[in-house]
T-cell receptor, first 112, second 109 residues
Framework: DTAVSQTPKYLVTQMGNDKSIKCEQN?????MYWYKQDSKKFLKIMFS???????INETVPNRFSPKSPDKAHLNLHINSLELGDSAVYFC???????????FGPGTRLTVT | KNEVEQSPQNLTAQEGEFITINCSYS?????LHWLQQHPGGGIVSLFM???GKKKHGRLIATINIQEKHSSLHITASHPRDSAVYIC???????????FGQGTRLTINP
């Protein structure tokens, strides 16, 4: 069983579209995260959710919105996609905030 | 300048060599994470430490809070250790992670 799964693995879309990336963890963890890895492979945390409460919101455009229907899921919605949003997005989870994290396989988003 | 700096940025070594990757930070942190990103892109958490030393197999991580420095050591390196190693500092009291730029390690047979 995959501990942290993301769908889709690849996403190609045009500028201006709205898209979602789904993330699910079956580890019973309390905290989930979204990270962005740019073309230079630099990781940056975007959001984290702890027991369905947003506890971090970095300097991310409000076109990005995390949505957590339950403790096991943290989806990422992106509105009005821009070329600069092209990156690999990783979901992760941990037992408690910033404990050892388990990462999903990543979603490569390409905006054309 | 990044709050978390890693050195070297690239490291190539022969199988069996002892490897050291360094991580220095300029802010107060409550814990430091070491991550490994495989060539295929997957990320694995190796260590989370706030003091002293931790060991897992051939990997050892140390941290010196006063000197704001952490090291990741690999003993008896193997080609399968080839990956990007990333350190990340958990900012004290801020619920925030700041990442280093990564160290690309290549171990040749």
């Amino acid at each position: 069983d995959t501990a942290v799964s993301q769908t889709p693995k690849y996403l190609v879309t045009q500028m201006g579209n709205d898209k979602s990336i789904k993330c699910e963890q079956n580890l019973g963890h309390d905290t989930m995260y979204w990270y962005k890895q740019d073309s230079k492979k630099f990781l940056k945390i975007m959001f984290s959710y702890n027991n369905k409460e947003l506890i971090i919101n970095e300097t991310v455009p409000n076109r990005f919105s995390p949505k957590s229907p339950d403790k096991a899921h943290l989806n990422l919605h992106i509105n009005s996609l821009e070329l600069g949003d092209s990156a690999v997005y990783f979901c992760a989870s941990s037992r408690k905030s910033f404990y050892e994290q388990y990462f999903g396989p990543g979603t490569r988003l390409t905006v054309t | 300048k990044n709050e978390v700096e890693q050195s070297p940025q690239n490291l190539t070594a022969q199988e069996g060599e002892f490897i050291t990757i360094n991580c220095s930070y300029s802010v107060g942190i409550s814990a430091l994470h070491w991550l490994q990103q495989h060539p295929g892109g997957g990320i694995v958490s190796l260590f989370m430490l706030s003091s002293g030393k931790k060991k897992h197999g051939r990997l050892i991580a140390t941290i010196n809070i006063q000197e704001k420095h952490s090291s990741l050591h690999i003993t008896a390196s193997h080609p399968r250790d080839s990956a990007v190693y990333i350190c990340a500092g958990q900012i004290q009291g801020a619920q925030k992670l700041v990442f280093g730029q990564g160290t690309r390690l290549t171990i040749n047979p």
